[in-house]
């Protein structure tokens, strides 16, 4: 038998989920080796301090997640260490089921862009610029594209001049030139406990650690990064502040100045993530406002005019826009200018103010419907937030319903996938409500997810 004693410290919930996130992280981390036999229930009771129901249900929960197995008369072993979420689990189908309703891809709708775009491009077709279009660019964008980006960030209450203005092939992009100008490998970046699934794997194939940092339900705790600042040495904070995903968290102007102000005081760069910042009607302004020497702010049009475009724009303090340039030189050499031709005419034309202010009556018109089919209290969610967060009542788990979401012909992505490194996650599910393109299937979706809220596991009907 195994004298294991899980280390407890630091995990917060019932006794019975820490010591299985405990079991957990011994088995990921080679403490516990496949086929090692457990203490005895009251064996590890008595050493815990805790009654043996809580090590009995602590075994099971194991059980469940497939990191342990019961034989009667020998005992509890290990099995191995259970299989790991996907790691940016999204893929776009080549071609969508009309019977599935997926609530898992973050993705605006699409109908009015669609309709803007070919005007756009027959007014493009007769441009006399439409030749150096098909020419090589400069690394950080054509000016017109960057001042038609500056212009447009200004709508975010930054006023910032084009020469601090690079263009982008998308948020994700902006994300990797950043944290190329800014980080080093062996470099400590935090971010959010929860957070934005390909920020980890984009870290860790540049050789970066990541840290989540405790939030509550305006984002980052300016103490937790304060407390990561003086016990280590970060490199930069990545956040969300606005719509966060997947909590829909959003800073007030009080949290923004109070996380600024930390990493100002330390030294430490920040990438803000501002992918959903054109959606509120009515916002405070970026961190970027608050710590501009020391901010890179990154925004986009996947989420507010159209995802296949494809076009970013990232601002930098003037002393950081050599290293953003080299970064997007040898990543991508410059972003397609075509794409960032129809953004820029959009911006300039008004257009993208009218996709904009679409999406949000769209958008608060699908979060109604949230509000109206799900139970109250589970439900977190801005009025014009593209998706939604539902925390999951006892006994269901994350992964479990939405399992049962799936059986039922509907995707949703489970707080596994958005949780960093082996911190806690908790029983919750993201569900993105406007990558449906009609209503009527939204309300269909959204009727399946209450019915198996409805039901205990197990006995949710397939």
Excluded at 2 to 19: C, E, F, K, Q, V
Excluded at 77 to 87: I, M
Aim: glycine share 8%.
């Amino acid at each position: 038998m195994t004298m294991w004693i899980p280390s407890l410290a630091g995990r917060d919930g019932p006794r019975y989920r820490a010591i299985a996130d405990a079991l957990a992280a011994d088995v990921a981390d080679g403490r516990l080796a496949a086929g090692a036999r457990l203490p005895t229930h009251r064996d590890l009771a008595d050493r815990l301090g805790v009654t043996v129901g809580t090590v009995s249900r602590a075994y099971a929960e194991a059980q469940r997640r497939g990191l342990v197995a019961g034989e009667v008369g020998r005992g509890t072993f290990v099995r191995g260490a259970a299989p790991a979420p996907a790691r940016y689990p999204f893929v776009v189908p080549e071609s969508r089921d009309p019977h599935v309703v997926d609530f898992g891809l973050n993705v605006p709708a699409w109908e009015l862009a669609a309709a803007r775009l070919g005007p756009t491009l027959e007014t493009l077709a007769r441009s006399a610029d439409l030749t150096a279009l098909t020419r090589h660019q400069p690394d950080v964008g054509r000016p017109t594209h960057r001042a038609a980006g500056a212009a447009w960030i200004g709508q975010l209450g930054l006023d910032v001049p084009a020469d601090r203005v690079a263009v982008t092939s998308g948020v994700q992009h902006g994300i990797l030139a950043a944290l190329l100008a800014v980080a080093r490998p062996g470099d400590t970046v935090l971010t959010e406990s929860l957070t934005f699934p390909g920020f980890e794997p984009l870290a860790e194939h540049l050789d970066l650690r990541v840290h989540g940092l405790a939030m509550d339900g305006e984002g980052v705790l300016p103490d937790a990064f304060e407390a990561a600042c003086r016990s280590g040495s970060p490199k930069a904070l990545y956040c969300i502040p606005t719509h966060h995903n997947p909590t829909t968290a959003t800073m007030s102007e009080g949290r923004r100045r109070a996380v600024a102000e930390v990493a100002r005081r330390h030294g430490v760069a920040i990438i803000e993530d501002d992918v959903y910042g054109f959606h509120p009607a009515e916002r405070a302004p970026p961190l970027a406002a608050f710590a501009p020497e020391c901010t890179v702010l990154v925004v986009g049009t996947s989420k507010c005019l159209a995802g296949g475009l494809r076009v970013g724009f990232l601002v930098a303090p003037p002393e950081w826009m050599e290293r953003i340039a080299t970064a997007i030189r040898f990543t991508t050499w410059s972003a397609p200018p075509l794409p960032a031709e129809v953004v820029a005419r959009w911006i300039t034309d008004g257009t993208a103010d009218e996709l904009i202010a679409w999406q949000r009556r769209e958008l608060a018109a699908r979060q109604d419907l949230a509000r109206r089919l799900l139970p109250p209290g589970l439900h977190q969610a801005e009025p014009t937030s593209f998706h939604a967060w539902l925390t999951l009542p006892e006994p269901w788990r994350g992964e479990a319903f939405a399992a049962a979401l799936r059986r039922r012909g509907v995707l949703a992505a489970s707080a596994e996938t958005f949780t960093v490194g082996r911190g806690p996650t908790p029983d919750a599910v993201r569900l993105c409500l406007c990558g449906v393109a009609e209503r009527d299937d939204v309300e269909r979706g959204l009727t399946v997810v209450a019915d198996v809220l409805a039901r205990p596991p197990g006995v949710a009907v397939i």
